[in-house]
């Protein structure tokens, strides 16, 4: 039976008039076939042996095997004796340097009277692929969102420079309506990638159930078929938006298929058609990108009446999970230790916490504007973000008594603490804070001068403080050289009467003690 099968229902009817007892030119000038083919299928009647009545009550598909029981090739024993080895010639062809004709000429080898090769690489051919049958999957409406990058870059100008800069390209899809969105970033770090991703779910205007990436770095820290470890700060963004992650297997691009193919359709209808524009920053690139992705996702798609806009409308976005009301921001994890000044660092900048947690370990979470610092499972600092480097953001509840005394420093609180040590201190300390100079500088001269008064007999301290204001001399080294040199007692000796007899050129002792007085005072 040479040519094309007929169809069942006419083979119905030619049964039928055979029952009738017409004759075969008959049937033949009655169903406008040859006389061979009504000859070729009552002489297959015969050989089924089976009464046309009862073939007559088969379905089509049932009576078509009566009749058409297969290739006769299959049967060949040429076909017996290469199907015993078909599996083991496609594991030889992963091997390195085998081919199809050295497994030919070692199959021809043993079996001389076997297929030539043009038959012999069909049926490996068949053989292969069966091998790679794979099942058809069905996408639900709003369950999954399947993103990517482009292989290739996208690019624009450098105003300033002239420099072209490569862009990545992001990709993403809802694989029941195939609608598709794509934007470019300056890289794949995971910042640039989870703002893309913020973006694709604004323009969605909603959220799917599961979120499907590749194993890029950003999304994947370690790949494993069963069990991947997912980027932290995914799992951070996911949780946000109340998704999960659901990542595809390394080297299985099938697993997101649908973000695949968008690829390349957006190398026609997004890259080739932007080829000769321009850009000369990222925004009005994107901005041409979403005009591109706006006309791909409206254009009708092959043996469908309907776009894939239309299909995300209708069906899927009033499917999406709301939006979450706050934005996401993005999280870093670190574990610094505490230093000795009670802070820790943190991108150059030393942020405080309590001082009993000196020398341990604790876990930071910041983002761009706060900083969250915990210790043994509880927030034990809150602080805004800084970025003065080498600067320090403390809280003065968070650092030691001495510390924290270091920091009240004040005119006022060394003009207090000065009175209520001495009158004569108090009124010496008055006279430093009216002087211009650096407040630090001030601050130290007064913590010598009651180092002085601690350590020195009051009374002399009170003449040298008296000595000091009556010259104009407000200095800690001016009242520690006085102390040193017991000019206090010869202060006194200054105020008495003189009696040694006049004379010009007797100077006395008054005139050593004003020398002293004026060499220390322009020493200072």
Known sequence: MAGKPRPMSQIKQLLRLHSQGYSIKAIARTLGISK??????LSKLESVN???QELLQLEDPALENKFHA???????????HLKGKLDYFRGQLEKVGVTKKLLWEEYIQT????YGYSQFCFHLHQQLVAARSSSVLVFQPADKLMVDFAGKPMHYIDKQTGEV????????CLPFSDYAFAMAVPSQRIGDFLYALSCCLNELGGVPKALVPDNLKSAVIRADRYEPQINQSLDDFANH????VVPARAGKPKDKSKVENQVKLLYTRVYAKLRNRQFFDITSLNEAIKEKINEHNQTRMQRKDYCRQERFLAVEK???????????????YCEPKVAHSGHVCIMKHFYSVPYALTGIRVKVVYTRNMVNIYAHGKMVAVHIRSYLKGGYSSVKEHLSSQNQAY????????LQKARSKSEDLYLLVEQIFQQDRYPEQLYRSCDGLFRLHRDSNPDKFAKACQIAIDNGIYSYRFIQKILENNMTDHQDEITQPQTLPAHHNIRGKDYYIQSTINFLQNEN
Request: one cysteine or more; aromatic letters at 16%.
């Open 165 to 172: 800069i490569a862009c990545q390209v992001f990709v993403a």
């Open 50 to 52: 089976i009464e046309p």
């Open 241 to 244: 938006y109340n998704m999960s």
């Open 70 to 80: 297969g290739n006769p090739a299959y049967k060949d024993p040429r076909y017996v």
């Open 111 to 114: 079996f001389p009277q076997g």
């Open 318 to 332: 009033p499917l999406l999970l709301p939006l979450p009301e706050q934005h996401f921001e993005l999280k870093y």
């Open 36 to 41: 061979n083919t009504v000859k070729s299928y």
């Open 407 to 414: 920091l009240d420093r004040s005119p006022n609180y060394y």
